[in-house]
């Protein structure tokens, strides 16, 4: 068990629809980071908050947006979707210490879009 | 353009023999080099590490190896056990700079099967 938290573990829904998945990073930690598994693509880094300010973004599409709230826990909000937003969502926080590269992850939210 | 690549899909091993997961970059910026494993249905699970100012890391039966002028990597495991079986993931960060900090780039994956 890594500490962090996601829900919900799976979700299905339709294209058009618009869905929030959720993270509690381990405690302590100040850093969540949301990553994208896909079939073709392997697992993207879509987007990193530190104590609740956007740090660093990476392909994360438009339709897609995250936010970190005081209590450090973190959604991540998939609106509009398309059949291929379909996909396992990881959440990941690390500390700010020296080790902020080693991230722990979540066990993921799997997302069909039907 | 992947700048992470793990170029075996599978390897398989027999149990208690040394396993060897490769992987190559091509972003010289890359200063942080990790490994993953991960078991169907949870989430990546962090291994080992290294950074570019060393060439090798050691924890128990796992070493990481790192080839900076190859910009090449590759993780041991001696000896291999069935329990090792899983899909192994490396990934790199670029910190120098401060832009990405903290951003992993992943491989595809490597899945490894030990046969008792």
């Known amino acids: 068990d890594s500490g962090v938290t996601q829900t919900p573990k799976h979700l299905i829904t339709a294209t058009g629809q618009r869905v929030t998945l959720r993270c509690s990073p381990r405690?302590?930690?100040?850093?969540v980071y949301w990553y994208q598994q896909s079939l073709d693509q392997g697992l993207q880094f879509l987007i990193q908050?530190?104590?609740?300010?956007?740090?660093a973004k990476g392909n994360i599409l438009e339709r897609f947006s995250a936010q970190q709230f005081p209590d450090l826990h973190s959604e991540l909000n998939l609106s509009s979707l398309e059949l291929g937003d379909s996909a396992l969502y990881f959440c990941?926080?690390?500390?700010?210490?020296?080790?902020?590269?080693?991230?722990?992850f979540g066990p993921g939210t799997r997302l069909t879009v039907l | 353009d992947q700048q992470v690549k793990q170029n075996s899909p599978s390897l398989s091993v027999q149990e208690g023999r040394i396993s060897i997961l490769n992987c190559d970059y091509t972003?010289?910026?890359?200063?942080?080099f990790l490994w993953y494993k991960k078991y169907p249905a949870e989430g990546p699970t962090f291994l080992i590490s290294?950074?570019?100012?060393?060439d090798k890391n050691e924890d128990g039966r796992f070493t990481v190896f790192l080839n900076k002028s190859a910009k090449h990597l590759s993780l041991h495991i001696v000896p291999s056990q069935p329990g090792d079986s899983a899909v192994y993931f490396c990934?790199?960060?670029?910190?120098?700079?401060?832009?990405?900090?903290?951003?992993?780039?992943f491989g595809q994956g490597t899945i490894l099967t030990v046969h008792p």
């Open positions: 405690s302590g930690d100040l850093s």
């Open positions: 290294i950074s570019s100012i060393k």
């Open positions: 990934a790199a960060s670029a910190n120098a700079g401060g832009t990405s900090y903290g951003k992993l780039t």
């Open positions: 908050y530190y104590n609740g300010e956007e740090r």
């Open positions: 990941a926080s690390s500390d700010s210490g020296s080790n902020y590269n080693e991230q722990f």
């Open positions: 972003n010289s910026m890359f200063d942080y």
